[in-house]
Nanobody, 116 residues
Framework: VQLQASGGGLVQAGGSLRLSCAAS????????IAWYRQAPGKQRELVAG???????NYVDSVKGRFTISRDNEKNTVYLQMNMLKPEDTAIYYCKAYVHVVMTDYWGQGTQVTVSS
């Protein structure tokens, strides 16, 4: 499984970005796929994710502002980020988990910078 993340950039506070994570390879084996972020000096945290049962946001700080969705035909997961805040500044990574081999696959990350 290979993951290609894109859509990051520099935006002012209150603005919006949409991140994309395109999966290729053995995509039918993917059990779950999620967005993580890592801010400077902080641990990587789970933002939102999708399983075969659906998608959900995990971090309280993004509820009501971020929406995760997936397009199965395009093998792509999106993270729509609205009302961005400076504290959302981080590198955003997508990760796929393949249960049959119990392995995590990570994309290369995309930088999101929110200016105040």
């Amino acid at each position: 499984v290979q993951l290609q993340a894109s859509g990051g950039g520099l935006v002012q506070a209150g603005g919006s970005l949409r991140l994309s994570c395109a999966a290729s390879g053995s995509t039918s084996d993917i059990t779950s796929i999620a967005w993580y972020r890592q801010a400077p000096g902080k641990q990587r945290e789970l933002v939102a994710g999708c399983t075969n049962g659906g998608c959900t946001n995990y971090v309280d700080s993004v509820k009501g502002r971020f929406t995760i969705s997936r397009d199965n035909e395009k093998n792509t997961v999106y993270l729509q980020m609205n009302m961005l805040k400076p504290e959302d500044t981080a590198i955003y990574y997508c990760k796929a988990y393949v249960h049959v081999v119990m392995t995590d696959y990570w994309g290369q990350g995309t930088q999101v910078t929110v200016s105040s």
